[in-house]
T-cell receptor, first 112, second 113 residues
Framework: GENVEQHPSTLSVQEGDSAVIKCTYS??????FPWYKQELGKRPQLIID?????GEKKDQRIAVTLNKTAKHFSLHITETQPEDSAVYFC???????????FGTGTSLTVIP | EAGVTQFPSHSVIEKGQTVTLRCDPI?????LYWYRRVMGKEIKFLLH????????ESGMPNNRFLAERTGGTYSTLKVQPAELEDSGVYFC???????????FGQGTRLTVV
């Protein structure tokens, strides 16, 4: 099955700096890659996703890049704000089974 | 539109007891997933329903776990008998078409003592 690895496990940045979280996957059949943000005590919520026919997608301060050849994708948050502090999960999904395989999560802290 | 709802939000039970978790997906979503997060680790897949059928239950840890989705609407996940290592947060998620956004419930925090 699919194996998703996520790094780093914790990340602290100063407010206004950029944050980058990286994930790798093992199954070349995976074709959908969502990113979820989970604030303390709340449910994971989708913040951005990308499909395998696209190399990059951007939504305001958040962007995701995908390298299918290398089987890795990254989340980029620019101009970070304290409210960006949360745990971020990457995931991969393919045609087979349609389940989502998640990374181990990155705890992001934005220091005011 | 109502989101994915899970009951209870917290449960503390003794080792050997039985607990049943419930998930109400978004109306009309055929896909329903159960996941578990233990001690700050990854969100680990347990099983996937398509309507009332189990599409994939490869993530179920052992036969102490039983999931059902009668009628293809809400789902239950029963743990019987519960063990200490079953503690964690159990998430349910639902989605519509293949490879579209999965909406999560708020989770059930299970503590087995």
């Amino acid at each position: 099955g699919e194996n998703v690895e996520q790094h780093p496990s914790t990340l602290s940045v100063q407010e206004g700096d950029s944050a980058v979280i990286k994930c790798t996957y093992s199954d070349s059949a995976s074709n959908y890659f969502p990113w979820y943000k989970q604030e303390l005590g709340k449910r994971p919520q989708l913040i951005i996703d990308i499909r395998s026919n696209v190399g990059e997608k951007k939504d305001q301060r958040i962007a995701v890049t995908l390298n299918k050849t290398a089987k890795h994708f990254s989340l980029h948050i620019t101009e970070t704000q304290p409210e960006d502090s949360a745990v971020y999960f990457c995931a991969a999904s393919g045609y087979t089974g349609n389940q989502f395989y998640f990374g181990t999560g990155t705890s992001l802290t934005v220091i005011p | 539109e109502a989101g994915v709802t899970q009951f209870p939000s917290h449960s503390v039970i003794e080792k050997g007891q039985t607990v049943t978790l419930r998930c109400d997906p978004i109306s009309g979503h055929d896909n329903l997933y159960w996941y578990r997060r233990v001690m700050g680790k990854e969100i680990k897949f347990l099983l996937h329903f398509v309507k009332e059928s189990k599409q994939d239950e490869s993530g179920m840890p052992n036969n102490r776990f039983l999931a059902e989705r009668t009628g293809g609407t809400y789902s239950t996940l029963k743990v019987q008998p519960a063990e200490l290592e079953d503690s964690g947060v159990y998430f349910c998620a639902s989605s519509g078409l293949t490879n579209t956004e999965a909406f999560f419930g708020q989770g059930t925090r299970l503590t087995v003592v």
